[in-house]
């Protein structure tokens, strides 16, 4: 038996709500920093912030109490709450819906777009879209109008907070997934813009009319033509000395006017019979031709390669143009610039290390809202922009089990001069929070304990690592396939493939079916299948990332 991930049970009863005894408070957002006084001009901004959550409902709690003491902390100034993406997870079901609630119940303005948004598929992310608050922007995303997210997409909105919600000027809700978007509060105007991972191979469904650029190879190709020009460049020792910049104006000059010439050539040639115009197209032709012979002095002073070189020049300058249109990410900051606006976030689901190299190629981007690779940054990542502007890189671990508060202050100009970074952890997961417990019982039964254990389990906290629980989950598998199958072609072992998809930190002694639950937000399936003693094998050789290309012929068998 082949487990390539959990889904065990599903259950739609009401819980009992606990008491509020049953667990003590984790460390919440105790202190709010205060600057000193801001000067005039200066605008003060604080961002609550959460990414990579994958629909874990552990730590939904502790989330909701950091969020509610954010709002009340931070009343008297602006403020937002923003994702660095994947706040939800898997196929879709139980966990996005209650994921889906969660993030409305805390007020989550913004996100990026993380890959395993989409675990459920374009079309069902579509029908999920209408039910969320949160307004997903990934610049570098381009839609289909035939994809089921196409009604949904919008290249650019404004909003405004009307009930607490973004909303255009005109009352609507706008469009769900944006390129880039302007929040106006308190009278600021903030830009918002994002990117998802363009990696075709960390999405699990196919991309129904959606496809994402890469911002690092638009300009890596930008480099690489911008070298070829420069090495051109530098080998025309001829003209060295001179003015480059003039004379490639008085080329392009000269290849403008060799257009006319030829325009003005065939407008000869239809006027035969009208001496007039047939003399009056002479003389220009003649001007034209004057004016390049007094330029051609520059080419005839070269060598032919040199000649040659310069041409090429022109080809390689009108490339390296078009290959800067195609920097959509910039140009969508400069259009945000354009508007007036001074103060402009990037939600990134690219990872710190992408967007370390990505930064400094940009202008215009104050703060990077970080997510994917499951950083901690406890002091922002501070980069320079390609000016030499600060930028501020945040990320706030995995699974929700922090919460972050980034607040700065920017100067008249947009340009960050202060800013102070806390990141709040929860000292115990599931704690008494009413809101979100009304919340659970919509979905989960009230908890039945199935098992005891001698003592509590830990969770590996590396992906491809074998660990206790792990095994442990492989042995139920194991023993489930073996009471189901009475007897009839019982499973000799089970592999567990994906551990990281345990994303609880581990068991209690005491173990309930909603922790079983709660283990699996994905909603994958498990596979049962025949193999040979050297198909085993070579799945243990080649280990886990090699297993799904053989293709093995696995039955579905547990929902």
């Not at 469904?205 to 638009?218: R, S």
């Not at 499973?491 to 609880?504: E, I, S, Y």
């Not at 309930?512 to 094998?537: A, S």
Request: contains cysteine.
């Amino acid at each position: 038996m082949i487990t390539n991930n959990f889904i065990m049970f599903r259950a739609n009863n009401p819980a009992p709500q606990p008491q509020q005894d049953d667990h003590p408070l984790p460390e919440i957002i105790t202190n709010r920093w205060e600057p000193s006084r801001l000067k005039t001009g200066d605008t003060r901004a604080a961002f609550f912030y959460l990414n990579d959550m994958h629909s874990v409902t552990e730590y939904m709690p502790f989330l909701k109490v950091a969020s509610d003491q954010f709002d009340e902390k931070y009343s008297d100034i602006t403020t937002f709450k923003v994702s660095g993406g994947d706040m939800k997870a898997g196929l879709g079901g139980t966990f996005n819906d209650i994921t889906i609630d969660f993030l409305n119940s805390i007020g989550l303005e913004l996100s990026a777009l993380g890959n395993h948004e989409l675990d459920c598929g374009v079309e069902a992310f579509a029908r999920q879209l209408p039910e969320m608050n949160t307004k997903f922007v990934s610049s570098n995303i381009q839609v289909d109008s035939k994809s089921p997210l196409g009604w949904l997409y919008s290249p650019f909105e404004e909003f405004q907070v009307k009930d607490g919600k973004l909303k255009t000027r005109t009352n609507q809700p706008g469009g769900r997934l944006l390129n880039s978007c302007i929040v106006e509060k308190n009278g600021e105007k903030y830009g918002f813009i994002g990117l998802a991972t363009p990696f075709n191979d960390q999405y699990r469904q196919k991309l129904e009319g959606v496809k994402f650029d890469n911002p690092l190879k638009v300009f890596g190709n930008i480099d690489a033509k911008a070298s070829e020009l420069k090495t051109l460049q530098d080998s025309l020792t001829p003209i060295s000395d001179e003015d480059f910049e003039k004379k490639l104006s008085e080329l392009e000059q000269n290849l403008r006017e060799q257009r006319e010439v030829q325009i003005l050539i065939d407008a000869k040639k239809e006027n035969l019979n009208n001496t007039e115009a047939s003399a009056l197209i002479e003389n220009q032709s003649r001007e034209i031709v004057t004016r390049q012979n007094r330029r051609n002095g520059l080419l005839k002073k070269l060598e032919p390669p040199s000649a040659y070189k310069i041409v090429e020049m022109l080809k390689l300058n009108e490339e390296l143009k078009k290959l800067k249109l195609q920097n959509n990410l910039q140009k969508q900051i400069d259009e945000l610039r354009a508007k007036g606006i001074n103060k402009i976030i990037l939600l990134s689901h690219l990872g710190t290390d992408r967007d370390r190299e990505l930064i400094p190629r940009l202008d215009g981007v104050d703060i990077v809202i970080e997510g994917h690779d499951h950083k901690v940054t406890q002091e922002p990542i501070e980069l320079k922009s390609k000016s030499g502007e600060p930028v501020l890189m945040v990320q706030a671990g995995r699974d929700g089990n922090l919460a972050g508060v980034l607040d700065v202050i920017f100067d008249s100009k947009g340009v960050i001069t202060s800013s102070n970074n806390s990141l709040y952890r929860s000292s115990n997961g599931a704690f008494y929070e009413k809101s979100v417990f009304e919340i659970w019982k919509t979905y989960f039964k009230e908890p039945e304990q199935i098992a005891t254990l001698k003592k509590s389990l830990t969770a590996s906290s590396e992906k491809s690592t074998e660990g206790t629980l792990a095994n442990l989950f492989a042995e139920a598998y194991l023993a489930m396939d073996h009471k189901k199958s009475r007897g009839q072609n019982p499973a000799d072992f089970a592999l567990m493939l994906k551990v990281g998809n345990l994303r609880k930190k581990g068991l209690n002694r005491n173990i309930t079916d909603r922790e079983i639950m709660t283990f699996d937000t994905w909603g994958d399936r498990i596979y049962k299948t025949q193999l040979t003693g050297d198909q085993v094998i070579q799945i243990i050789n080649r280990g886990v990332k090699q297993l799904i290309p053989l293709q093995f012929n696995a039955q579905y068998f547990c929902d």
